[in-house]
């Protein structure tokens, strides 16, 4: 039933089916696996556009508006912007407005939720982690199995080898592992390339909020460390040389 469908598929897709005909089951575990990861790569590309990952502007000017004292446009510029960066920023602002906020507190709060965003980015990560470990030895086990096929065909002809037959039986068995490195090797960039993102985003957090809590003392000589203490002290400007 399987091969009547292969036959079935349009020419485009022949030598696909071709290469399912060559490699049998093997190489089709690896072709639904190469579906399986492009479809979580997609997703998880879809996710990073959908919070804003990488997208810290916004963000860094509300930052610096609230430092400058002016707490109406910081709220206007994070309200603006959908990015994870600003959400988080948003609620930290939200937070800071109290009429009391306890510094130790909020500041242990703002990472909660900087974990909790975090581990949201995270997600998806790890199948295609195990995609990309995985295929290759999938791949491999084929290549063993189609190498003990062969040997028990050169074994059962006896003297009356040919040594072409013997040859596409190694060719065929090794295309399990060309196949399933073909698809480890992009995910695992991939995979990369989204880890590199997130660890870019939480760093960026991270710098953020300290700057928030430090009023950005090391860059800006003149800035405004607002106490979150008490209203009385949060209405107070003291200056951090």
């Known amino acids: 039933m399987f091969a009547e469908f292969l036959n079935t598929l349009p020419p485009f897709a022949q030598p696909l089916a071709e290469l399912v005909r060559s490699g049998g089951p093997v190489v089709t575990i690896l072709l639904g696996l190469s579906v399986v990861s492009l479809a979580l790569i997609l997703a998880k590309v879809f996710q990073f556009q959908l919070l804003g990952v990488g997208r810290h502007g916004a ?14 446009e910081a709220g206007k510029q994070v309200m603006a912007s959908n990015a994870v960066m600003s959400e988080v920023l948003r609620k930290l602002l939200q937070a800071a407005s ?13 990472e909660r939720i900087c974990n909790q965003r975090i581990h949201t980015l995270r997600g998806w990560l ?27 065909a050169m074994q059962g002809a006896g003297a ?3 040594p072409s037959v013997l040859a596409g039986g190694i060719w065929v068995a090794l295309l399990t592992t060309a196949v399933g490195l073909a698809i480890a090797i992009p995910v695992s960039a991939i995979v990369g390339w989204f880890d590199s993102r997130i660890e870019a985003e939480q760093a ?9 809590f430090t009023g950005a003392a090391a860059e800006r000589p003149a800035s405004r460390v607002v106490s979150l203490e008490t209203p009385a002290k949060a209405s107070e400007a003291r200056y951090a040389i």
């Open 126 to 152: 790890r199948p295609l982690d195990m995609i990309a470990q995985t295929a290759p030895l999938i791949g491999l086990l084929g290549t063993v199995l189609g190498m003990i096929e062969a040997f028990q």
């Open 160 to 162: 009356a080898v040919d």
């Open 59 to 72: 963000a860094r000017k509300a930052l610096g508006h609230w430092l400058a004292g002016r707490r109406a």
């Open 98 to 110: 109290g009429a009391e906020v306890n510094r130790e507190f909020l500041k242990e709060d703002i």
């Open 204 to 212: 960026e957090m991270e710098s953020i909020v300290t700057a928030f």
